[in-house]
């Protein structure tokens, strides 16, 4: 069955500094992932997907993550950390018509 | 256009009391979601509605969850007999169902449910 694991529960970095946000799936086909978004008190917002398109998927507010089959694996990395992207962000697959969530990266982005 | 949207944003309730939780999906979205958010348990399904075939309610965790979905559209999570562990955010979703398959899953702001 598919699931993901998000491998760290929190994740603190500098202002300016890259971010990378770890996510390991497991799947028996190639599996619809997603990275989702949650700011405090606020819903759930959709960063990027994959689909099984390009490996390299490109998100909203300059994230992005690569999907590497031979590694179960779909990161999701930014160059430069804001202090707007302190946030919850969640990894997730899809199985049939089901959101699979892993637990949840808490970033704190310090000044 | 208009997102999914959830109400009551937040609610409290007595043990023991009756509550329900409406969702207004995005128009067009055929697929319907519930999820809930607590702590200690994270993101978890609960029930499922797409167009008109029978929902998947395998994820309610008891007979005091229930859901349904009026008219294709709307839909409500009613919880009976409130528990202090139904505590949590309760999270309703909606997609396109395109060629069969489930496309992308957007969120409402989610209804905080405090039962004291």
């Known amino acids: 069955a598919q699931s993901v694991t998000q491998l760290d529960s929190h994740v603190s970095v500098s202002e300016g500094t890259p971010v990378l946000l770890r996510c390991n799936y497991s799947?028996?086909?190639?599996?619809?992932l997603f990275w989702y978004v949650q700011h405090p008190n606020k819903g759930l917002q959709l960063l990027l997907k994959?689909?099984?398109?390009?490996?390299l998927v490109k998100g909203i507010n300059g994230f992005e993550a690569e999907f590497k089959k031979s590694e179960t694996s779909f990161h999701l990395t930014k160059p430069s950390a804001h202090m707007s992207d302190a946030a919850e962000y969640f990894c997730v697959v899809l199985r049939t018509y089901k959101y699979i969530f892993g637990t949840g990266t808490r970033l704190k982005v310090l000044a | 256009g208009a997102g999914v949207s959830q109400s009551p944003s937040n609610k409290v309730t007595e043990k023991g009391k009756d509550v329900e939780l409406r969702c207004d999906p995005i128009s067009g979205h055929t697929a319907l979601y519930w999820y809930r958010q607590s702590l200690g348990q994270g993101l978890e399904f609960l029930i499922y509605f797409q167009g008109n075939s029978a929902p998947d309610k395998s994820g309610l965790p008891s007979d005091r969850f229930s859901a349904e979905r009026t008219g294709g559209s709307v839909s409500t999570l009613t919880i009976q007999r409130t528990q202090q562990e139904d505590s949590a955010v309760y999270l309703c979703a909606s997609s396109l169902v395109d060629r069969g398959r489930e496309e992308t899953q957007y969120f409402g702001p989610g209804t905080r449910l405090l039962v004291l």
């Open positions: 994959y689909t099984s398109a390009a490996t």
């Open positions: 799947s028996s086909y190639s599996p619809s």
